[in-house]
Antibody, heavy 119, light 108 residues
Framework: EVQLLESGGGLVQPGGSLRLSCATS????????MSWVRQTPGKGLEWVSS????????FNADSVKGRFTISRDNSENTLYLQMNSLRAEDTAVYFC????????????WGQGTLVTVSS | EIVLTQSPGTLSLSPGERVTLSCRAS???????FAWYQQKLGQAPRLLMY???SRATGIPDRFSGGGSGTDFTLTISRLEPEDFAVYYC?????????FGQGTKVEFK
């Protein structure tokens, strides 16, 4: 059974940093591209960042470019999102998700971790 | 930048009804990279359709997708109680992944 479990969310002040983790199991992690998607409370979905299976190719939404870094550890089957210079508008539930094939679509999602940016 | 506009924002329906959700793109899309997701309150999104018209694993055949170019649809032939949720369209292109704003299907 494919499982994705996010952790690392919490309350952080504006300008602060957080590192999210997504522990995975039930599939060959090193063979799949992965992604982070966020959802503002009560609002829709926003793609944040994606990474290829080898961790070489990385893509970020313009809203987080230069502040967030996606990475992965294929030996630990874990995906990461380093978030720096956090802003109030980054407050959201952050989901990690697995791509089904290549870069599309997202066939398995974690349950999400809440990040709150507030003073 | 591709913008996906879903309509209507909310649909109030009864179990057993047929419903068609719309997703319109700001430019012509490649159907291969178009998908639909379902999200229930407090849950993660679930993949319903990919390649515009292929059902994901475990999705019942009352769900069907179609469309091309700038107009795509998701049809539920007969609403079941578990289908009341928010539905999102999504597109991948040029290393960007875009979601529509969602359509909520609620009990009438």
């Amino acid at each position: 059974e494919v499982q994705l479990l996010e952790s690392g969310g919490g309350l952080v002040q504006p300008g602060g940093s957080l590192r999210l983790s997504c522990a995975t199991s039930g599939f060959t992690f090193r063979s799949y591209c992965m992604s982070w998607v966020r959802q503002t409370p009560g609002k829709g979905l926003e793609w944040v960042s994606s990474i290829d299976a080898n961790g070489v190719y990385k893509f970020n939404a313009d809203s987080v470019k230069g502040r967030f870094t996606i990475s992965r550890d294929n030996s630990e089957n874990t995906l990461y999102l380093q978030m720096n210079s956090l802003r109030a508008e980054d407050t959201a539930v952050y989901f990690c998700a697995k791509y089904m094939d290549g870069w599309h679509p997202l066939d398995y999602w974690g349950q999400g971790t809440l990040v709150t940016v507030s003073s | 930048e591709i913008v996906l506009t879903q309509s209507p924002g909310t649909l109030s329906l009864s179990p057993g009804e047929r419903v068609t959700l719309s997703c319109r793109a700001s430019q012509s899309l490649i159907s291969t990279y178009f998908a639909w997701y379902q999200q229930k309150l407090g849950q993660a999104p679930r993949l319903l359709m990919y390649g515009a018209s292929s059902r994901a694993t475990g999705i019942p055949d009352r769900f069907s997708g179609g469309g091309s170019g700038t107009d795509f649809t998701l049809t539920i032939s007969r609403l079941e109680p578990e289908d009341f949720a928010v539905y999102y369209c999504q597109y991948y292109g040029s290393a960007r992944w875009t979601f529509g704003q969602g359509t909520k299907v609620e009990f009438k």
